[in-house]
């Protein structure tokens, strides 16, 4: 089954606008990551956030994780006809354990100058 | 710093044919990954090493075989290729310690004819 389902599918913006997009997710997790991806291009990591934070920053990007209702959110402030890609969170199946890291159905945003 | 290498960047083959897809991980990361991409869908979790043993499996057809080498390379091996088959193939490694992030390749783009 689907480690991570993210919501919306596709957003579209203005340039400096800011864009939200949400993950969930179904078992147990040690950490939760995000990855952006550029059309036809490489998985790019952003930003990790463990299980017993709450929130996290890093640049422009907020992510927060409710574990207890097994959800993620990652802010996008400020955007940026560049920050154009989709964006993925992932967990680790098995419970959190290290194994594969299962992927979400993304979240398609596209950025308008 | 040294990246994911993955070769080559596209292919094309015809039904039935075979692929070989070959991948250079990041010196000193004890991890590797292949995942498979659809047109506009997640990427799906093939399978893992570390420490040139195989790891994990997830939804690699049995047609589909993959190794690490001693030089930490690792190739995916495709026979009997349907079209199916086209996607996007990428190979990610990390250090197995801590959930490090996965570091991806640009991919190799198979199209199957």
């Known amino acids: 089954s689907q480690q991570g389902e993210e919501d919306p599918q596709a957003l579209s913006i203005q340039e400096g606008e800011n864009a939200t997009m949400n993950c969930s997710y179904k078992?147990?997790?040690?950490?939760l990551q995000w990855y952006r991806q550029n059309s036809g291009r490489g998985l790019v990591h952003l930003i990790l956030?463990?299980?017993?934070?709450r929130e996290k920053h890093s640049g422009r990007l907020r992510v927060t994780l409710d574990t207890s209702k097994k959800s993620s959110s990652l802010l996008i402030t400020a955007s940026r006809a560049a920050d154009t890609a989709s964006y993925f969170c992932?967990?680790?199946?098995?419970?959190?354990?290290?194994?594969?890291?299962?992927f979400g159905k993304g979240t398609k945003l596209s950025v308008k100058p | 710093a040294a990246g994911v290498i993955q070769s080559p960047r596209h292919l094309i083959k015809e039904k039935r044919e075979t692929a070989t897809l070959k991948c250079y991980p990041i010196?000193?990361?004890?991890?590797v990954y292949w995942y498979q991409q659809g047109p506009g869908q997640d990427p799906q979790f093939l399978i893992s090493?570390?420490?040139?043993?195989?790891?994990d499996k997830g939804s690699i057809p049995d047609r589909f075989s993959a190794q690490q080498f001693s030089d930490y390379h690792s190739e995916l091996n495709m026979s009997s290729l349907e079209l199916g088959d086209s996607a996007l193939y990428f190979c990610?490694?990390?250090?197995?310690?801590?959930?490090?992030?996965?570091?991806f390749g640009n991919g190799t783009r198979l199209t199957v004819t």
């Open positions: 010196p000193r990361h004890d991890t």
């Open positions: 992932a967990t680790y199946g098995g419970g959190g354990s290290q194994g594969n890291l299962i």
């Open positions: 990610a490694s990390s250090l197995r310690v801590g959930n490090s992030p996965l570091h």
């Open positions: 956030i463990r299980s017993n934070e």
């Open positions: 078992t147990s997790i040690n950490n």
């Open positions: 090493f570390y420490e040139k043993m195989q790891s």
